[in-house]
Antibody
Framework: QVQLQESGPGLVKPSETLSLTCTVSGGSISGYYWSWIRQPAGKGLEWIGRIYSSGSTNYNPSLKSRVTMSVDTSKNQFSLKLSSVTAADTAVFYC??????????????WGQGTLVTVSS | QSALTQEASVSGTVGQKVTLSCTGNSNNIGSYAVGWYQQISHGAPKTVMFGNSLPSGIPDRFSGSKSGTTASLTISGLQPEDEADYYCSTWDYSLGAWVFGGGTKLTVL
């Protein structure tokens, strides 16, 4: 059973960079796309971006200028950096595995989520 | 404004059949079946439908379908524990991005 666990600071100051890591256990990170998704309090889910195990990335166009994702296959981890954060970036951040076939695309495994608050 | 459109709220009684919908366009739902995710009391999302397949451990009262650019999640024999927020998502090949619906709050009366 694949499990994902987010980790990182729960409090980030405005204008600084938010950094999170997702550790994958119970399976290999290789051969899959891995995504970051966030959810502000009381709101819906927003996709931030994805990274393939080879390191290729796709980002949400609305966040692209501030997002960097990386992967470390030796540690079975992938990471998110979101720069120049404001209070509007306060959210629960989830990591998830997304799988696409020729006929369907779905996330199958999710982390438990981690709350990141942007405040001075 | 979400790329996929879902009902804001749906309600049903125990034992009833309810259907949640998710509408997109030819670049997303028109090309790919969606995933459906259940979120109870703002906990982590849980996948209840993977394309049109039921993940292991999900009761078979959940089923999924797609017609054109609209996907549906049907719960047959609604149970109190099904009360949750439900989200749909899929890949949009034109945007090169995953897209989500705004979520449907399902209330079990």
């Amino acid at each position: 059973q694949v499990q994902l666990q987010e980790s990182g600071p729960g409090l980030v100051k405005p204008s600084e960079t938010l950094s999170l890591t997702c550790t994958v256990s119970g399976g290999s990170i290789s051969g899959y796309y891995w995504s970051w998704i966030r959810q502000p309090a009381g709101k819906g889910l927003e996709w931030i971006g994805r990274i393939y195990s080879s390191g290729s990335t796709n980002y949400n166009p609305s966040l692209k200028s501030r997002v960097t994702m990386s992967v470390d296959t030796s540690k079975n981890q992938f990471s998110l950096k979101l720069s120049s954060v404001t209070a509007a970036d306060t959210a629960v951040f989830y990591c998830a595995r997304g799988v696409c076939s020729s006929t369907s695309c779905s996330f199958d495994y999710w982390g438990q989520g981690t709350l990141v608050t942007v405040s001075s | 404004q979400s790329a996929l459109t879902q009902e804001a709220s749906v309600s049903g009684t125990v034992g009833q059949k309810v259907t949640l919908s998710c509408t997109g366009n030819s670049n997303n739902i028109g090309s790919y079946a969606v995933g459906w995710y259940q979120q109870i009391s703002h906990g982590a999302p849980k996948t209840v439908m993977f394309g049109n397949s039921l993940p292991s451990g999900i009761p078979d009262r959940f089923s999924g379908s797609k017609s054109g650019t609209t996907a549906s999640l049907t719960i047959s024999g609604l149970q109190p524990e099904d009360e949750a927020d439900y989200y749909c998502s899929t890949w949009d090949y034109s945007l090169g991005a995953w897209v989500f619906g705004g979520g449907t709050k399902l209330t079990v009366l």
